[in-house]
Structures are given as structure tokens and as C-alpha cells.
């Protein structure tokens, strides 16, 4: 069985994880594809940063810090630190002396010509995260925020991550634009990785800046429109509000409102209401949390989106992999 | 009054810092500039790395490890660990915590164009040092080590580093050369400052991979032999040994005993017995260890090296401080 998860940072790789659990206990022989966002990547210091690969990478292999949920446990700051005593700017990015070595090591294989995809695979040799991190894209892509500029009535954009750790996403947000996307391509494996899957699951990661990021590199969007896997997704909003992070500042950007049923219908049908193709959605089902968004179910369902009620906060790993056992079982009931 | 010192590491840092203390002392108004040996640079995980540079920055900012001797106080050395995880080689380099955000500055605006004197400038801008610190050159030059070969009967040339710390110098060297000289030029002001300087001094540096390389950048040692200023130079050997570092392998390499006579007549007089220029001499003074290198004195003399002996052991600030203002008293009975 081939499972094809399209994963941002935090949300999906807990939620892989907890995959990986429900596989090993259900002994469901499974192979993991993870496609992972790179639209947050950054390059500071010389340093080539690839915070959803790494968080990913580190979730799996055991070298997470669960409080912080990025970055390396026991992680210490040092070089952050005198970085800062040079004044080097900017002094706003967590760089961990840690992480470091992570970025020195993907940083000089770019810099001798390896692509990020095999780069990626050369530092899971040591993490063995259980699973194939492809990124999306060996191109280097960059999500830029459009935000209020300096001057009255204009706007500038900033980098993703400026407006997201610097700005803690609390600045308005009226556009995300990722650079290079017109002359990327996908990495190597992405596209395979969905057209032959057996399920493609889009679990609980932000769905503009994470999922949506991935989904513009050209032809992932069609592969999963046309994939014969049926295509699950996990609502990263429960009762109205983000389980994590900052989603509803970048679905309010785009129009979209912060609900697990409008995160369903932003993502859309793959059929339309009489059972063919429709024009453009991805989803054959949803799974939204079931104290708080039940009522999604009637909503979505007549939209041709089959959609379960369960407990979708992934308080722990058992929870987790439960999460994951649904979105699996709901798979089956809109195999085609 | 225009000092102007010829530093490798350990032994020019701290012998100039010294120097700046007896200055202060006795209230002398001195601009010091160190021309930096680079010889010793080696490019490591994308970081270029300037090890002698750096331990004059950091003795004379305050940052250095008293214990070691180099790198900085309260280093740890996570990066290093971590890289080793990963397998990457060489993990026989001292890497620490502090000194890569060091090495990332300097690694970032070389990228960006600014030659390594203007690097070294910025860095010090932060360390205060309270000298013009210069590299020799703003052309990447390595010292390489040529060793046995893996076949019998072959010869290879290693990094000097490589020789120096993995070897720790106990392998036979048989020759040091100086990859990329034949194309170098030395770094803006670096001859002005031999040519217009009061007086040079040569501090117990290596005199084969610190001070022999300085000089063997294209019109060093023709400035040294020519400038108006009396050179006095400090013996590195005391009693038959170095007093630090290994230099006994260097001078071994290149047919020199490791005895202070023996360096001082490597260096050479810049006069010969009757009082003109020599041809290719350098020295014009000569400090030796008074308990038990005054030998020296009724040696060297006769070849016109003026040849003191004097307590040259670096044991604390104010002995340094002695150390230098000896050599500066000496260079003022061999002004021209």
C-alpha cells in the first residue's frame, strides 16, 4: 500500500507520525511518501533553511522538541547569540546551534551541485524518519507575504517568514506569492508519488502557506485532482479557530473563513453534487472534529465531500494514530 | 609611533598583547597594526576559517580561552557534535559553538564580495582589538604539508591543518608549500605598514608556517629587508624547544635546528659583517632566553644580529609586557 501525505511543518508531521503508529499497530504493510512544503525555506547566513523539511525529518526521527514542536530537543542558541553580538541582521529567525549543523550540511551539498531532493534523502540517512521526504520542489521557491509598506497606501512584500516569526502573523496579511513558482518544477518522485498512491492524505497543516503552497507547484494540483487514490484531508481547524499556528490570519488573507467547513470548500469536491468530476476540488473526504464541528457533515456531504465527525486533536501519539486510522477507513469508503 | 608586527597565533597574539600593555604602561603613543598569517585558513562545511586571525582578534578583544590558547572562553561545541552525527568529514577540527557565528559572518560577506581584510576590519569592529588587524593577503592562500604517500616511495600534500591538528605535527613533513602564492598580492596596506612603520617586530611565532609564510607573500620580505625601521625579532625557542606549538617539526622540515641561534640565522641579519646590507637577511635585533639561550649572544653577534637575552617567558601580562618592551628598547640601539 503506497500512502502519498502532503505535509507543511508541525501539524503534518505529528500527524505522520501518528500514521506511522496506526500502520505498525493495524501491521497494515504501508510505504509513506511524504511531499514536503518548502515555501517557508529561507536563506540566512549563508545557510540554506528548511524549516517544514526539517521539522518533518526531526518528528520522525526522534530529534524533535515536543514543547517547542520545531527544532531539536536540548537545543542550545549560542551561535544565535553571537551572531547578534556581531549585529548581524536578522535576529528574529530560532537558529539553533544544533539545527545548524543541519543547515552546514544541506547548505554545502547545494552548494556542490546536489539537488534538495537528494540532499533531503542524504540527511534522513541519518534520521530514518520511516518514511520517503520528498520536497516539493528542487527549485528554490519562497513564499513572500504582501503587507502594508512604509509609506501610506502602499504595500511591500516581506518573506514568509519575517511576517510569520517576526511578525508573529499579526500584521495584515493581503496576498501570498511564491517566488520562482512560474519556472519550478516538481522534485523528482512528486508527481509518481501521487498519481500512484493508493491514498493521498492532506492532514492538519496549514492549508494557504503549507498544503496550498505545495499544491502551486505546477502540476501537483492536477495529480491530485486526478489521481484514482481517493484523496482525505484532516481539518486544521476545530470550533473555529486553528489547532496550532496561525491559519486563520493566512485564510483570512485569501478570503477564506476560519471554519472546518470552509477550509473543506476552499479545498473542494472532486465530484460535483450529481457524482462526476467537478472543476477543480480536491477532496473525496474530511474529517473535522466531532464536539465542535459536527454540523459540517450535513453541510459538506450534499457538496459530494464525504465527511466524518471524530476527535481530531492529536493530544497524543495513541490519538493521533486514531486520527490517522479514520482518515484511512474513510479512504476505503470513497475508493472508487 | 607606528609599531608593526608580523602575528601567526598563539604566540604573536599574545606577545602583542603584551605589547599593548606595555605601550599603556608607559604611556607611549603607538599605533599597532598586525599583519595576520592566513596561511593557516582552511575552508570547512562552507565556512571559510581564519584560525591565526581569529586568535589575535579574540586575545586581543578579551574573548580567547586562556586554557587553550585559541577559540573562544566558554566554547561548546554542539555544531561539531552534530556534524559528526551526520558522518561528515573531517571531524578532527576544533569547530566550536561561538567561533561559527564568527565564521559565518566572514563566510557571508566574502560571498557577497568584501575582500578579507575589509571582513577581518567588520569582525573587529566588534572585538576592538586595539590594533589595525591585516591579513597578509586578500587572496586565498593554504599552507599545505607534504607527507608520505599511501604508497611507499610516494609523496602527498595535506592541508595544513590536517598535519597540525590530526597529526599533531608527528608525522614527517617534508616540505610546506604555499598553494596559491605565485598569484597572491598582499593586502591593501600591508607593505605600507612594514615600509612606514618605526619598527617591526617579529614575536615568537612559527617561524616556518607563521612568520616564513607572511613573508613569503609577493613583496613582504623585500619590505621587511628594506624599511627604515629597525627589525627586531623574539626567539620562539627557548632552551632547544618551542615554547609552544610544534614548531621543532616545522623547522626540522626545512633543515633548521630548533635552537634560537639557529632561527635567528634563518631569518638572517640585514646586515653582514662589515656593516652593509646583507643579501636577504632580515633581522637587525634578537631576543633569547637569558637562562638558557645567552649563548646565543657571543654568537649571533658577530653576524650582526644584536642579540640580547632576557626573561622571554610569556607567563602573565607583565612578564609579556617586559618580553615586548625589551624588543622595542633593542630596536631603538639598532636604529639607523
Sequence with gaps: MQITVLAGGIGGARFTRGLLHHLRATHVDAEVT???NT????????????????????????????????GREGETFTVKDELAAYGVKPD???LGDRDIATHL??????????PLSAVTAALCDRWRPGVSLVP???DRLETHVVVDGDEPGTRKAIHFQEWWIRHRAGIPAYDFVLVGVDAAQPAPGVLEAIRDADVVLLPPSNPVVSIGTIL????????????AAPVVGVSPIVGGAPVRGMA????????????????????GARVDATGGPSTGGLLDGWLVHDETDA?????????????????LLMTDLDATAAIAGEALALAETVRR
Design 216 to 227: 502551486q507547484v505546477p502540476g501537483v494540483r492536477d495529480a491530485v485532482r486526478t489521481t
Design 295 to 311: 454540523a459540517a457533515v450535513g453541510e459538506l456531504t450534499p457538496l459530494g465531500i464525504a465527511t466524518r465527525a471524530v476527535p
Design 34 to 36: 511524504v511531499i514536503g
Design 105 to 114: 550540511v544541506r547548505s554545502q551539498m547545494l552548494a556542490a551541485g546536489y
Design 136 to 138: 516539493m520542489s528542487d
Design 39 to 70: 515555501g517557508d525555506d529561507i536563506r540566512l547566513f549563508g545557510l540554506q533553511i528548511c524549516p517544514d523539511l526539517d521539522t518533518v525529518m526531526y518528528t520522525l526521527g526522534g530529534g524533535i522538541s515536543e514543547d517547542r514542536g520545531w
Design 248 to 267: 486563520d490570519a493566512c485564510l483570512a488573507a485569501i478570503g477564506v473563513e476560519t471554519s472546518a467547513a470552509a477550509v473543506a470548500r476552499h479545498y
Design 92 to 94: 528574529w529567525f530560532g
